[in-house]
């Protein structure tokens, strides 16, 4: 087979929100990119994983201009509820903080990156496979891969960013005993369905329950998105239908008797409750960029917004690198990234230790974390550190 070369500044492996923002900051910066994705453009535009935004993600969307439709479908939330004791404590994030969170998929923003490339003929090569990296350690790295239509490519770059999410090529190209990585994993997981039916509250509700932590959350005035934990191992088929909701609605009662708005389940996964953080987020001309270098547990909803604050930073270092002949912002990238993303671990963890039930933790454990709740929504530092946290440190 012949293999076609190419040369472009940035290969971007991954078309999440990671390598898609990355391209298009990268374009206003007038650096040129080529992302590069194995799956569909319909499989990466229907796929539900996040649904909320940070206020720094909504403000740089709308600062790029790919606000507009974010401002007209998107919901914005001033505060959630924390349900315990089978009653509310709301967070009034706006009130304490000033900014507010706002509900709008992944596969939204996906959607309207994916169409703002198409309308400025930015390069997405979709269905590409065998992506390999190469001469990570030179100043010209390549990427070789075949494209949809069976050619084999050499892209040759400056540089190479890795935003293929946790289960991609490039953190494992890089040569072993280069990176230290830091785990750790909760003793159970999370079941996710989408459903059609319309919120059965107006905000978010985290709940935790003896039986277990459940989410309600919501993608429209439609659509219902909830999430229960489970056992660690359990399996879809063990969640027919009616047992999600019935479980549902035990995990979200209240004293006043709350009852959720029960329909069709148009979508169900298992998410696994794991942190992960890969140090230093580059070597060479390769840079690690979202969830290629670090899961966070999505009790707090921050990798999507982790994944956005990264490649905001590393649009500039490369820019800063490829056209200043300024090596320091790249050379700062990773330890500056990584001061949020330890951030963002830190109140992740903290906040699915509050709410979940750990099956391993003694009774000592659980009044540890009740106590926890109760002081989050009794004193107003502590609900004030915890809305900051919430909803997202600014970019600097
Ligand atoms: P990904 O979205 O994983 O994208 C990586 C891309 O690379 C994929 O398209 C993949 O197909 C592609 N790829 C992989 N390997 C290759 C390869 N070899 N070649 C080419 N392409 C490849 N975050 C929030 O901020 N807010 C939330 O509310 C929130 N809720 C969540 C709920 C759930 C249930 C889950 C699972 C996650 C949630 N997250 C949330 C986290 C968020 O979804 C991720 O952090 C985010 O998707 C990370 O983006 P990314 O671009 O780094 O990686
Ligand atoms: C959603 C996901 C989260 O992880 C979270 O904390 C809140 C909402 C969601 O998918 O809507």
């Known amino acids: ?99 507010r969170i706002t509900v709008y998929g992944q596969q939204e923003i996906a959607k309207d990156l994916i169409r703002a490339h198409a309308e400025k003929n930015l390069p997405i090569e979709f269905e590409v496979s065998d992506v390999a990296l190469h001469d990570l350690d030179t100043e010209r790295p390549c990427v070789t891969y075949v494209d949809a239509t069976g050619n084999a490519v050499r892209l040759r770059c400056a540089a190479v960013a890795g935003c293929d999410g946790f289960d991609g ?23 996710g369905v989408l459903a059609h039916t319309p919120p059965s509250h107006g905000e978010l509700i985290y709940a935790a329950h003896e039986r277990g932590f459940a989410l309600h959350s919501m993608r429209s005035p439609e659509l219902t998105r909830l999430y229960l934990q489970i056992d660690l191992g359990d399996r879809l088929e063990h969640w027919p239908d009616e047992r999600v909701w019935e479980e549902l609605q035990r995990r979200l ?47 707090g909803p921050k990798g999507m917004n982790l994944a956005v604050a990264d490649v905001r930073r590393l649009a500039y270092a490369l820019h800063r690198l490829l056209r200043r002949c300024d090596p320091e912002p790249a050379r700062t990238y990773s330890e500056s990234c990584l001061r949020r993303v330890w951030c963002a671990q830190q109140f992740s963890c903290q906040m699915t230790a509050m709410l979940h039930r750990d099956p391993d933790a003694d009774d ?30 600014p970019f600097e």
């Not at 959720?260 to 998410?271: A, C, H, N, V, Y």
């Open 253 to 299: 009662d209240t004293v006043d008797g709350f009852r959720l708005r029960e329909g069709p389940l148009l979508d169900k996964s298992i998410t696994s409750m794991f942190c992960f953080v890969a140090e230093p987020m580059c070597h060479g001309r390769l840079f690690l960029a979202g969830d290629a270098a670090h899961i966070v547990p999505p009790t």
């Open 169 to 191: 090529v490039s953190r494992h190209s890089l040569p072993s005993g280069v990176l230290t990585v830091y785990e750790h994993e909760f003793p159970y997981a999370w079941l």
């Open 1 to 99: 087979m012949t293999t076609h070369t190419r040369d472009v500044e940035v290969g971007i492996v991954g078309a999440g929100p990671a390598g898609l923002m990355l391209s298009y900051l990268l374009h206003l910066q007038g650096v040129e990119a080529v992302v590069l994705e194995k799956h569909s453009r319909h499989h990466v535009e229907q796929r539900v994983r996040a649904g909320v935004c940070g206020q720094p993600t909504v403000d740089l969307l709308r600062d790029i201009g790919l606000g507009a439709r974010l401002e007209l479908e998107g919901l914005p939330h001033h505060g959630f509820s924390l349900r315990f004791d089978r009653r509310d404590h709301r967070v009034p994030l706006t009130e304490l903080t000033g900014k």
């Open 364 to 393: 000592f454990a659980r009044r540890l974390a009740l106590a926890q709740l109760r002081h989050t929504v009794s004193s107003r530092p502590a609900a004030a550190s915890f809305a900051e946290d919430y909803v997202g440190l």
